[in-house]
């Protein structure tokens, strides 16, 4: 079905302590903040502003999602890529833009500079369901679920060449040059 990670949501599940000391599930609800774009659909799972974080501190996703983590701090989220079938350079530039990344590629109107893109982080990225192409300027390799792919703020394109959506959980980390 086209468009079908274009309704992914996720779940998020908190842990805390309660009046009394005690271990206990603070909060069970659907992600707020995310994104359904026609290059991908993303959902922010939680946030850190800075490390080492507090063990009962709170998570920082704002309002809206937001490419980058805070500088010194970390996000998590559940990502979704559709098929390469569905693919649409123009529209991924598009994406990334409303995703607040437009610094992240080279602009619409460029396959290769639409696609091509990297920031300033340190990228672990687990495939959950599905397959993805992690591509490199002078590589690539396939990446099946339960594997783990780390980006150190290298460019790089997620090929999905499969005709169904890949999930994988991203926890970004922010880095220096």
Do not use: C
Not at 80 to 103: I, T
């Amino acid at each position: 079905m086209s468009g079908e990670h274009l309704t992914v949501q996720s779940r998020i599940v908190v842990s805390g302590v309660d009046a009394d000391g005690k271990s206990t599930i603070v909060s069970d609800s659907d992600s707020v903040v995310r994104t359904a774009q026609p290059g991908f659909t993303v959902n922010e799972l939680w946030q850190i502003d800075s490390l080492p974080a507090k063990v009962n501190s709170e998570s920082t996703v704002g309002t809206e999602p937001v490419l980058d983590p805070p500088n010194g701090g970390l996000v998590v989220r559940i990502a979704v890529f559709p098929p390469d079938s569905e693919f649409d350079a123009d529209a991924y530039a598009a994406s990334l833009d409303a995703f607040h990344g437009s610094d992240s590629h080279g602009g619409a109107g460029d396959e290769q500079a639409a696609v091509w893109h990297e920031t300033d982080t340190v990228d672990v990225v687990t495939i959950i369901e599905g397959e993805l192409y992690a591509v490199t300027e002078t590589g690539e390799t396939l990446l099946k679920p339960g594997d783990t792919f780390v980006t150190r703020g290298v460019k790089h394109i997620w090929s999905n060449r499969t005709e169904k959506p890949v999930t994988l959980v991203a926890t970004m980390v922010s880095g220096a040059r």
